[in-house]
Nanobody, 124 residues
Framework: QVQLVESGGGLVQAGGSLRLSCAAS????????MGWFRQAPGQEREIVAA????????YYADSVKGRFTISRDNAKNMVYLQMNSLKPEDTAVYYC?????????????????WGQGTQVTVSS
């Protein structure tokens, strides 16, 4: 049974940093894309960043390029999202997700596995 557990959310002032962690378990993720999504109140869930577990290729949404960094620790089965220069518009619930497809999917509904989410609030 796949389990994704996020941690690291919280309240931070604009310009600050947070690091989100995702503990993945339940299977071998070597052929999976691992992604971070976010959903703000009244808005649709959107992809923030993604990485392929084996190749290490990465994707970033334009809104976070240069500020966020996705990384993974294969030995610990952990995926991280380092968020710097945070803005109030980054406020959302952040979700870790996993998908075994060969091509990175931008649509959240196509991802197979999800964590429970962690709240990130950026005050101005």
């Amino acid at each position: 049974q796949v389990q994704l557990v996020e941690s690291g959310g919280g309240l931070v002032q604009a310009g600050g940093s947070l690091r989100l962690s995702c503990a993945a378990s339940g299977r071998t993720f070597s052929r999976y894309y691992m992604g971070w999504f976010r959903q703000a109140p009244g808005q649709e869930r959107e992809i923030v960043a993604a990485t392929h577990w084996s190749t290490g290729s990465t994707y970033y949404a334009d809104s976070v390029k240069g500020r966020f960094t996705i990384s993974r620790d294969n030995a610990k089965n952990m995926v991280y999202l380092q968020m710097n220069s945070l803005k109030p518009e980054d406020t959302a619930v952040y979700y870790c997700a996993a998908d075994p497809r060969l091509v990175l999917q931008m649509v959240p509904t196509l991802w197979d596995y999800w964590g429970q989410g962690t709240q990130v609030t950026v005050s101005s």
